[in-house]
């Protein structure tokens, strides 16, 4: 995750210099990774993926912390089986 945040930081300050439409598409992609990611998880312990939008309140969103940070179910729910590993 800080390697992520690193390189997103980065790529962000290098396009704003630099203009370039091809680097603004990787952050770009970047960011919906880590949204799909998100989500991923909160499915695996059984909320929704809309509760990222809870980020967005600034010191609420700590609370989305705490769900990413649960356990995932053991078996599966509405959003389908676990991933095996």
């Known amino acids: 995750m800080l390697f992520y945040i690193l390189t997103y930081i980065g790529l ?6 630099l203009h370039l439409p091809l680097l603004l ?3 770009l992609g970047l960011f919906i990774l880590g949204i799909a990611a998100a989500a ?3 499915h695996d312990t059984g909320k929704s993926g809309w509760w ?6 600034p ?7 705490v769900f990413l ?5 053991a078996e599966g729910d509405k959003y389908g089986a676990p991933p095996i590993i």
């Open 25 to 27: 598409a990787l952050i």
């Open 40 to 42: 991923r998880r909160l």
């Open 69 to 73: 940070a649960q356990a995932g179910t």
């Open 59 to 65: 010191l609420v969103g700590l609370l989305l912390i």
């Open 52 to 57: 990222q939008l809870i980020s967005i309140i």
């Open 12 to 17: 962000a300050i290098v396009a704003g210099i």
